[in-house]
């Protein structure tokens, strides 16, 4: 049937907290309505977010709205992800609108200080009008809110959470992760801090985490009923490793599947250790994951020198701040330690800013605005940051095998010598260098590329003289997809998914009771 004149559904996913589970939760949404056969759609407003993506238009979004576009089988657009934030400070941050840079805000330029609207006030019929096109286009639209509704000290200039729901007509699910301890507290305070006309489109809610007899929960849940009238449309038990690629924090990069799982026993004889260091304003730290699915890969994130003295392999990641995180590895002997292992000939590899502060020299009048700075001289690179945003999608071989990734960044390098990383099918430089064990891209995700991630983990144990092999078999797109299909096995084994569909294709029930005393 033609989708003219149409406009499809829709639901909100909100969360009593940070980390309470929106992103799984709407990724398990997703992938339930396709395989009921529906065409879907994620969205988030606003995304606060170091781990972001690149979409085939060359549009930056964040990286759990393009894993949500993976459970719901479509391709991610900037219309998913109209606004991204991403800090550069805990004061300020980058505005990404539309998927493209806009500039630099402290945080009450963005929110506005109370006397006028800020930034973000102004952007709301942006985020409205991505919606309604979604809408246009798509059966249903699930999206995600941010942090909690109910901030009521920002809840004028919202744009992701109640703000949107109203525009829109939304209505709205809260998740709560028991795990934490006060969940029937926390929904019923989200609820009674909303205003009248929020609260009217709060449907209900869904318990997140649960260990346990469910039967122990149910006269806590008829409680809750009692006093906000609204149903629990499901409790999700707990699982180890349903984690996607979610929003920040080295805490959330240690949870999904391929990095909580018990490491798998090696191929070979020996395991392969790797150490990421982390830094100041990591970013796309799902880079590593790739490592983390192949059995016998150990990964784990480290910020000491003496960290780093046993690993096999040494990883310095992307970061939105490349001179802060240069100054901080000095400060804490990481420097000296990456300069000692790559004299003796041990595996480094460094992606994005990582690369970048491995080379000899970066000029920076952009994003530290620190000028003329001196790298660890382990590759013959020279980096001068361009005030232009490289966004792309890369496609070459390393190593004789394909490779794809994608490039965010502001440096733009200038390789004066070492040997060819990534090249294209004619053997001419892409992207990177090599000096003897020392490499280093642009790249983000290359390492998602199962040839290429193969013969680099052979080079890696050939230089740390290893007898790690690689599993043969290890495809990261086919573990992906079996991590999103648990999600969507969660929301139809343990949600009330009929309930769940009315809401969708129906809007909020109707004489939904007020919960004193309302937004203040």
Same mark, same amino acid.
């Given at each position: ?17 940070? %980390? ?31 781990? $972001? ?52 805000? $402290?945080?009450?330029? +963005? ?20 919606? @309604? ?13 941010? *942090?909690? !509704? ?42 009674? #801090?909303?205003?009248?006309? &929020? ?5 209900? +809610? ?6 346990? %007899? ?6 806590? #849940? ?44 090696? +191929? ?60 901080? #590895? ?5 420097? %000296? ?17 990582? +690369? ?23 590759? !013959?690179?020279?980096?001068? =940051? ?27 390098? $200038? ?5 060819? =990383?990534?090249?294209?099918?004619? *053997? ?47 495809? =990261?797109?086919?573990?992906? @997809?079996?991590?999103? &299909? #648990?999600? *969507? ?32």
């Amino acid at each position: 049937m033609s989708r003219e004149g149409r406009r499809g559904g829709g639901l909100l996913v909100a969360g009593t907290t940070s %980390d309470a589970g929106k992103s799984v939760v709407t990724a398990g949404i997703c992938r339930w309505l396709v395989r009921r056969g529906m065409k879907v759609a994620p969205f988030k407003g606003q995304n606060m977010s170091l781990n $972001s993506f690149v979409t085939r238009e060359g549009a930056e979004i964040g990286r759990a709205q393009a894993m949500q576009a993976q459970a719901a089988r479509v391709e991610p657009t900037a219309l998913m992800n109209p606004v991204l934030l991403k800090p550069g400070s805990d004061r300020s941050s980058q505005v990404v609108l539309m998927g493209r840079p806009v500039g630099e805000l $402290s945080a009450r330029g +963005y929110h506005g200080d109370g006397a006028g609207p800020g930034r973000q006030e102004t952007l709301l019929g942006t985020v409205v009008e991505c919606l @309604e096109e979604l809408r246009r286009t798509y059966d249903a639209v699930i999206c995600e809110g941010a *942090g909690s !509704p109910a901030e009521i000290n920002l809840r004028r200039t919202d744009i992701v959470n109640m703000g949107v729901a109203r525009a829109a007509r939304l209505p709205v699910v809260v998740v709560g992760d028991i795990d934490r301890g006060g969940v029937f507290a926390s929904f019923f305070g989200t609820t009674a #801090l909303l205003s009248p006309g &929020d609260q009217a489109l709060v449907a209900g +809610y869904l318990v997140n985490k649960f260990r346990g %007899d469910v039967s122990l929960l149910e006269p806590g #849940l008829e409680m809750l009923r009692g006093l906000t009238g609204r149903a629990t449309y499901g409790v999700l038990p707990f699982r180890h490793g349903l984690g996607i690629d979610e929003e920040d924090g080295l805490r959330v990069s240690l949870r999904g599947a391929v990095r909580e799982s018990v490491v798998a026993p090696p +191929y070979g004889e020996d395991v392969l250790r790797v150490a990421v260091c982390a830094v100041p304003l990591m970013s796309n730290f799902t880079d590593v994951d790739a490592l983390a699915a192949e059995p016998g890969v150990v990964v784990r994130f480290v910020d000491r020198a003496d960290e780093i003295t046993d690993a096999d392999l040494v990883i310095v990641p992307g970061t939105r701040g490349t001179v802060r995180a240069l100054a901080w #590895l000095r400060e804490r002997g990481l420097a %000296d330690a990456l300069l000692r292992r790559a004299a003796e000939g041990r595996p480094v590899l460094g992606v994005c800013g990582g +690369y970048q502060l491995l080379g000899e020299h970066i000029e920076d009048d952009v994003e530290s605005r620190a000028g003329s700075v001196d790298g660890l001289g382990l590759l !013959p690179v020279r980096v001068k =940051f361009a005030r232009e945003k490289t966004l792309a999608r890369p496609v070459g071989e390393a190593l004789g095998e394909h490779v794809e990734g994608y490039e965010i960044h502001h440096g733009v390098a $200038s390789v004066e010598g070492g040997d060819p =990383f990534l090249v294209d099918g004619a *053997g001419r430089r892409l992207d990177g260098c090599r000096s003897g064990q020392v490499w280093g891209t642009h790249w983000h995700g290359s390492l998602e590329s199962d040839g290429f991630r193969r013969a680099f983990l052979r080079e890696v144990a050939g230089a740390a003289g290893r007898r790690f092999v690689p599993a043969p078999d290890t495809s =990261f797109a086919a573990l992906r @997809e079996e991590q999103l &299909d #648990l999600l *969507g096995d969660l929301i139809e084994e343990h949600a009330d998914t009929d309930a769940l569909l009315r809401l969708i294709e129906s809007g909020a029930p109707s004489g939904l009771p007020f919960i004193a005393p309302g937004a203040p």
